[in-house]
Protein backbone atom coordinates (compact mmCIF):
# COMPACT_ATOMS: atom_id res chain seq x y z
CA UNK A 1 0.00 0.00 0.00
CA UNK A 2 3.01 2.64 -0.18
CA UNK A 3 2.14 5.33 -2.30
CA UNK A 4 4.10 8.31 -3.78
CA UNK A 5 1.55 11.44 -4.71
CA UNK A 6 3.26 14.16 -6.88
CA UNK A 7 1.65 17.58 -7.04
CA UNK A 8 2.95 20.89 -8.30
CA UNK A 9 3.30 20.35 -11.99
CA UNK A 10 1.60 22.58 -14.65
CA UNK A 11 2.46 25.15 -17.69
CA UNK A 12 4.91 27.57 -16.87
CA UNK A 13 6.70 30.28 -18.84
CA UNK A 14 10.99 30.32 -19.51
CA UNK A 15 13.08 31.35 -16.63
CA UNK A 16 9.91 30.24 -14.57
CA UNK A 17 9.95 28.34 -11.27
CA UNK A 18 7.58 25.80 -10.20
CA UNK A 19 7.95 23.69 -7.42
CA UNK A 20 6.81 19.92 -7.30
CA UNK A 21 5.68 18.65 -3.83
CA UNK A 22 5.48 14.08 -3.24
CA UNK A 23 3.38 13.21 -0.79
CA UNK A 24 4.59 9.95 0.83
CA UNK A 25 2.38 7.47 2.20
CA UNK A 26 5.65 5.40 3.69
CA UNK A 27 4.99 4.87 7.59
CA UNK A 28 9.00 4.01 7.31
CA UNK A 29 9.75 7.02 5.38
CA UNK A 30 12.96 7.93 6.84
CA UNK A 31 14.02 4.71 5.87
CA UNK A 32 13.99 5.76 2.04
CA UNK A 33 16.62 7.90 -0.17
CA UNK A 34 13.79 10.07 -1.75
CA UNK A 35 14.67 10.94 -5.30
CA UNK A 36 13.18 12.54 -8.56
CA UNK A 37 13.36 11.69 -12.29
CA UNK A 38 12.24 13.14 -15.32
CA UNK A 39 11.13 11.76 -18.41
CA UNK A 40 10.78 13.53 -22.11
CA UNK A 41 9.08 12.57 -24.94
CA UNK A 42 11.69 10.22 -26.88
CA UNK A 43 13.95 10.15 -24.44
CA UNK A 44 14.78 8.03 -21.52
CA UNK A 45 14.53 7.80 -17.69
CA UNK A 46 16.69 10.87 -16.66
CA UNK A 47 18.44 10.95 -12.77
CA UNK A 48 17.20 14.64 -11.64
CA UNK A 49 17.90 14.58 -7.63
CA UNK A 50 18.22 12.50 -4.71
CA UNK A 51 18.59 13.90 -1.22
CA UNK A 52 19.87 11.04 1.75
CA UNK A 53 17.35 9.63 4.37
CA UNK A 54 18.26 12.40 7.38
CA UNK A 55 18.22 15.56 4.23
CA UNK A 56 22.03 16.32 5.32
CA UNK A 57 22.84 15.13 1.81
CA UNK A 58 21.93 15.64 -1.69
CA UNK A 59 23.14 15.84 -5.08
CA UNK A 60 21.97 15.94 -8.66
CA UNK A 61 22.29 15.68 -12.21
CA UNK A 62 24.49 18.24 -13.73
CA UNK A 63 21.83 19.41 -16.73
CA UNK A 64 19.74 21.02 -13.15
CA UNK A 65 22.85 22.12 -10.80
CA UNK A 66 22.22 25.79 -9.68
CA UNK A 67 18.82 25.93 -11.02
CA UNK A 68 17.05 22.78 -9.18
CA UNK A 69 16.76 21.98 -5.29
CA UNK A 70 15.88 18.72 -3.44
CA UNK A 71 14.58 19.34 0.19
CA UNK A 72 12.33 16.86 2.42
CA UNK A 73 10.42 17.19 5.51
CA UNK A 74 10.49 14.04 7.41
CA UNK A 75 7.43 14.97 9.42
CA UNK A 76 5.28 15.52 7.08
CA UNK A 77 6.15 12.42 4.67
CA UNK A 78 7.11 14.70 1.90
CA UNK A 79 10.25 15.72 -0.43
CA UNK A 80 10.18 18.65 -2.29
CA UNK A 81 11.84 19.87 -5.76
CA UNK A 82 12.36 23.58 -6.54
CA UNK A 83 12.60 24.16 -10.17
CA UNK A 84 14.09 27.59 -10.87
CA UNK A 85 15.48 29.50 -14.22
CA UNK A 86 13.21 26.65 -15.97
CA UNK A 87 13.96 25.73 -19.86
CA UNK A 88 12.46 24.16 -21.90
CA UNK A 89 14.44 21.52 -22.34
CA UNK A 90 13.02 20.35 -18.55
CA UNK A 91 9.59 19.58 -20.19
CA UNK A 92 9.20 16.03 -18.60
CA UNK A 93 6.64 13.77 -16.64
CA UNK A 94 9.02 14.21 -13.62
CA UNK A 95 8.77 11.04 -10.98
CA UNK A 96 9.25 10.69 -7.17
CA UNK A 97 11.03 8.04 -5.83
CA UNK A 98 11.85 5.94 -2.89
CA UNK A 99 14.81 3.58 -2.32
CA UNK A 100 18.36 2.93 -1.58
CA UNK A 101 19.74 5.44 -3.60
CA UNK A 102 21.37 6.39 -6.38
CA UNK A 103 21.35 7.86 -9.76
CA UNK A 104 20.37 4.74 -11.85
CA UNK A 105 16.32 3.87 -11.96
CA UNK A 106 17.06 -0.22 -10.68
CA UNK A 107 17.83 1.52 -6.99
CA UNK A 108 14.73 2.53 -6.39
CA UNK A 109 12.28 0.25 -5.09
CA UNK A 110 8.46 3.15 -5.48
CA UNK A 111 7.62 5.04 -7.91
CA UNK A 112 4.63 7.62 -8.45
CA UNK A 113 3.04 8.28 -11.30
CA UNK A 114 4.42 11.22 -12.38
CA UNK A 115 3.29 14.87 -12.79
CA UNK A 116 3.74 16.74 -16.58
CA UNK A 117 5.82 20.50 -16.20
CA UNK A 118 5.58 22.14 -19.39
CA UNK A 119 8.34 25.09 -19.91
CA UNK A 120 7.14 26.70 -22.90
CA UNK A 121 9.29 29.63 -24.92
Known amino acids: QVQLIESGGGLVQAGGSLRLSCAAS????????MGWFRQAPGKEREFVAA????????YDADSVKGRFTISRDNAKNTVYLQMNSLKPEDTAVYYC??????????????WGQGTQVTVSS
Open 97 to 110: VAGRGGRTYRSYEY
Open 26 to 33: IRTFNWYV
Open 51 to 58: ISRSGDTT
